[in-house]
């Protein structure tokens, strides 16, 4: 269960914790890679990886900062070949008790972002195994009254090394607000 929060800006939102949400920029990528780094879950991507993704997608990412800090992020895109599909690529944020499900709200405030933009869709892929994001996925979905599909999008065996199958959670259409 996540704690409402203000309605989502494109930049400069305050959560109740003092978490300021705001666009990313070239130079957030070490933090942003250091934080990668330690998320298991997230396959590695060099730095800079993140700083080119912040210079040329910053305005469908974002960060959250606490004094000043990268405590999450979100890397998200708008579908080239369907522009009403936001694709969220990675999310992950520091694990700390006084910041109960950060990294869940970072990612309903960049989604709700896209969706304030004309987005109907919001897709992510989740390798099996990661309840963690498929609960984050459900309750996101069930709270704007929206399905979500499944379906294989890579199978593990297209993968060099030990890698899960690849699953593509769709969410949406999302009903007319």
Do not use: C, K
């Amino acid at each position: 269960m996540t704690t409402a929060l203000p309605t989502p800006g494109p930049s400069g939102r305050t959560t109740q914790w003092g978490v300021q949400y705001r666009t990313p920029r070239p130079a957030d990528a070490p933090a942003v890679w250091r934080l990668a780094e330690r998320t298991a879950a997230l396959d590695p991507n060099g730095p800079h990886h993140y700083a080119l993704w912040f210079r040329d997608f910053a305005d469908t990412s974002l960060v959250a900062t606490l004094d000043e800090e990268v405590v999450g992020f979100v890397t998200g895109y708008r579908r080239p070949e369907a522009p009403d599909t936001y694709f969220v690529w990675q999310y992950a944020a520091v694990a700390r008790f006084a910041l109960p499900f950060l990294d869940a709200e970072l990612f309903e405030a960049a989604a709700d972002r896209e969706r304030a933009r004309g987005a109907r869709y919001v897709e992510t892929t989740a390798g099996t195994g990661s309840q963690g994001l498929v609960t984050v996925l459900e309750q996101y979905a069930r709270g704007r009254s929206a399905p979500v599909r499944t379906a294989l999008l890579f199978p593990a065996e297209r993968f060099p090394a030990a890698h899960a199958d690849e699953v593509l959670y769709r969410i949406g259409p999302f009903p007319a607000s």
